[in-house]
């Protein structure tokens, strides 16, 4: 089987390809919107595109991995979007943990691997 990078960069693909897995780069917002809802509602957007370019979408996620800047600020704004994205019982295994991002604008980061649909 072949190896798909898609939009190779020096340091990272946004996605990468093996057979039926879809493999996510960790995605951030664009803006620095400072509202957790508002932030995540832009990655989940960018996890959509990501995941339609490659055949597949939200229902077919296997695993997800989180990073808040502030758990206790922001986990439940998070979840609240979360949970209005994924369609009902298709709920993947995750983990959620509180992190230093790479900007300080950056409340969250979120990192998937799905399957193709």
């Known amino acids: 089987m072949n190896i798909i990078r898609n939009n190779p960069q020096p340091r990272l693909s946004a996605s990468v390809e093996y057979g039926n897995l879809i493999f996510l780069s ?6 620095s919107e400072e509202d957790i809802i508002q932030q995540t509602r832009e990655v989940l ?3 959509d595109a990501l995941l339609a370019a490659a055949g597949s979408d939200n229902g077919h996620i296997l695993s997800a991995q989180v990073w808040l800047k502030n758990m206790s600020r922001d986990f439940a704004g998070f979840n609240e979007a979360w949970v209005a994205w994924l369609p009902e019982g298709h709920s993947p295994a995750r983990a959620a943990v509180q992190a230093e991002m790479a900007r300080p604008d950056i409340l969250v980061e979120v990192m998937v691997t799905a399957v193709k649909a």
């Open 45 to 47: 957007e960018k996890i």
């Open 26 to 31: 960790g995605q951030t917002p664009k803006s």
